[in-house]
């Protein structure tokens, strides 16, 4: 299927506010200020997406597709070895600003009358769920496999919340290794 020039561009802005969020965070994301490193102007986003908040949306929805697809490129049923490797990927310097963006994202959403907290809620589900079938996958309950999945993708997240804050690698290193362990043991 091809795309056609306008959702081609569409799909290009996407991609390039997705990499200047990734670098600047969401604090003062406006169109104004996004537009001269898309190479383009506000009235052009405004074209392209109507409002701020729909290009965002846009934007976070092809974060958490980037996020599925990079947790499905794992070559391997293990979920230890799936867990052990989203756990590298979270926290490899080159990603900071990927998974730095999904946490504020995420913690934003909590503020009455956010606009975005409906796609917040899908990206936590969206890993739940891709969990949830990796541990179904290698027969555990779908009811324990889903408690299961929620304990490992909140405690990575909020491991990775506490290593960017507080810069200890070694002790959130050794907790994330703990708790997959404790979580995926055979």
Same mark, same amino acid.
């Given at each position: 299927m091809s795309r056609t020039p306008d959702e081609e561009r569409r799909a290009q802005l996407v991609s390039g506010a997705l990499d200047h969020l990734q670098a600047t965070g969401l604090g003062g994301f406006t169109l104004r200020s996004l537009a001269p490193s898309l190479g383009t102007s506000a009235r052009m986003l405004v074209h392209y997406f109507g409002t701020r908040d729909a290009l965002l949306d846009a934007v976070l929805a092809e974060h958490r597709r980037r996020m599925i697809e990079a947790l499905d490129a794992v070559p391997t049923v293990d979920p230890r070895v799936t867990a052990?490797?989203?756990?590298? &990927?979270?926290?490899?310097? +080159?990603?900071?600003?990927?998974? !730095? %963006?999904?946490?504020?994202? /995420?913690?934003?959403?909590?503020?009455?009358?956010?606009?975005?907290?409906?796609?917040?809620?899908?990206?936590?589900?969206?890993?739940?769920?891709?969990?949830?079938?990796?541990?179904?996958?290698? &027969?555990?309950?779908?009811? +324990?496999?889903?408690?299961?999945? !929620? %304990?490992?993708?909140?405690? /990575?997240?909020?491991l990775l919340l506490d290593r960017l804050v507080t810069g200890d690698l070694e002790r959130t290193d050794a907790a994330a290794r703990r708790l997959v362990d404790l979580l995926l043991a055979p």
């Open positions: 052990r490797s989203a756990w590298a &990927g979270m926290t490899d310097p +080159a990603h900071t600003g990927h998974f !730095t %963006l999904m946490l504020q994202v /995420l913690t934003t959403s909590l503020e009455d009358g956010n606009p975005h907290h409906a796609i917040a809620q899908d990206a936590v589900a969206a890993w739940v769920e891709h969990v949830e079938r990796l541990l179904v996958g290698i &027969g555990r309950s779908p009811e +324990a496999a889903r408690v299961d999945a !929620t %304990l490992l993708t909140s405690g /990575l997240k909020g």
